[in-house]
């Protein structure tokens, strides 16, 4: 009897390829910046890799993402590693990353544009830029599908509300910044 799996490659494609270009531009790539790159992905170009967030402490976050992370790693797609020096975890191409990107190819190829973009534009932030940003377009999005409009001085104090680590200056540059991107709905 043949068993035949179901397995969503382009999911897996997704975080093998980042890990792959990041650290060939040689970007420190961690968990965190890799749930607010596909976060990122999925918002701000539309790529149907279909995971589902909800805001959390570091800003959007998708648990099948971190369990998804799990598997590729469990394939040697990718190696992650506690760095002590930064306290953090960075992410890395493994053994067979090629293996997994071409078992995603023809999603990796319809979106390779999307995801250079995305590492141009978000690609060498720290974690806590990428928290900000992202935090500030799920907020922004959140408020549209409520019917909301024009709401940029709402915007600053929810999320400010959201993360009190962040002053309204920071917030204020960093949706002057996405906006200008024509990141922001209004």
Known sequence: MKVSLNLPWEKYGIIAELAYRLNHLGLRFGKTALQ??????QELYNIKVGYDYSLYTYGPFSSELL???DFVESLNGVDVGFIPEIQGYEIFPGKANES????A???????????????????DFTAKELELRSTIIFVNRDLISKGKSNVLGELINLVQAIKPHFSKDEIDQA????EKKGYIIN
């Open 100 to 103: 997994v990107r071409m078992k």
């Open 67 to 69: 369990s998804d992370l």
């Open 105 to 123: 190819k023809d999603f990796l190829d319809t979106v390779s544009e999307n995801i250079e973009k995305i590492i141009n534009e978000f690609g």
């Open 36 to 41: 607010k790159l596909v976060y990122l992905l």
């Open 175 to 178: 949706l002057s910044e996405l």
